[in-house]
């Protein structure tokens, strides 16, 4: 755990206002849910909840059934971080940052497709894989993550990558709200 520097009261009401600063650096947004842990000497810590981070193993086992399917490498992120990978090294790619591209796509809440060979980043930093399809997993209106499928450099996504991207991002979607 890092320090900050920064000190904030309690109002009346119990709340604690987070800054801008640490707001904006971890992505975390109005509306946004943050689970609560405590230690016994006295820490209190905010961690931003990802309801499809609890998909887990489950998110894996997809992942992996749809790179089997497609042949194509295939990502499933949380808004935030790439949570199951396959078809791809792991170690590049796992509990990375999602692209700004990725989180604009998710922010659309509209599924994107390459038609010119060239998609979009997958992760911060890492140049490269890049997204022929990115379809944003909804759920009861949020979206909560992504289903991507990597395309090989100068490759097209077909309409059959992009229907089962759509397919997978809401059966996830609806999944989580079950």
Same mark, same amino acid.
């Given at each position: 755990m890092k320090? *900050?520097?920064?000190?904030?009261?309690?109002? $009346?009401?119990g709340?604690?206002v987070i800054p801008?600063?640490?707001?904006?650096?971890?992505?975390?947004?109005?509306? $946004?849910?943050?689970?609560?842990? *405590? &230690?016994?000497?006295? !820490?209190v810590?905010?961690?931003?909840?990802?309801?499809?981070?609890?998909? %887990?193993?489950f998110?894996?086992?997809?992942?992996e059934? =749809?790179?089997?399917?497609t042949?194509? %490498? *295939?990502?499933?992120?949380d808004?935030?971080?790439?949570?199951?990978v396959?078809?791809?090294?792991?170690?590049e =790619? =796992?509990?990375?940052? #999602?692209?700004?591209d990725v989180e604009? #796509?998710?922010n $659309?809440k509209?599924?994107?497709?390459?038609?010119?060979?060239? %998609?979009?980043a997958?992760a !911060?930093?890492?140049?490269?894989?890049?997204?022929?399809v990115v379809?944003p997993? #909804?759920? !009861? %209106?949020? *979206?909560i993550?992504s #289903?991507?499928?990597?395309?090989?450099?100068g !490759?097209?996504a077909?309409e059959?990558?992009?229907?089962l991207? &759509?397919s997978?991002?809401g059966?996830?979607?609806r999944?989580m709200?079950g």
């Amino acid at each position: 755990m890092k320090a *900050t520097g920064i000190v904030r009261r309690i109002d $009346d009401l119990g709340r604690v206002v987070i800054p801008k600063e640490i707001r904006r650096t971890m992505r975390i947004r109005e509306g $946004d849910p943050l689970e609560i842990f *405590t &230690e016994k000497d006295g !820490e209190v810590i905010f961690k931003k909840y990802s309801p499809i981070g609890e998909l %887990g193993e489950f998110a894996i086992t997809y992942a992996e059934t =749809l790179s089997k399917t497609t042949g194509k %490498g *295939t990502l499933i992120t949380d808004r935030d971080n790439i949570i199951a990978v396959s078809g791809l090294p792991k170690k590049e =790619l =796992l509990e990375r940052r #999602v692209s700004s591209d990725v989180e604009s #796509v998710m922010n $659309d809440k509209q599924a994107f497709r390459s038609n010119t060979g060239d %998609g979009i980043a997958v992760a !911060e930093g890492v140049d490269k894989y890049n997204a022929g399809v990115v379809v944003p997993i #909804v759920s !009861e %209106g949020d *979206t909560i993550g992504s #289903v991507i499928f990597v395309m090989n450099e100068g !490759e097209r996504a077909g309409e059959v990558e992009t229907k089962l991207a &759509e397919s997978a991002a809401g059966f996830l979607g609806r999944h989580m709200e079950g």
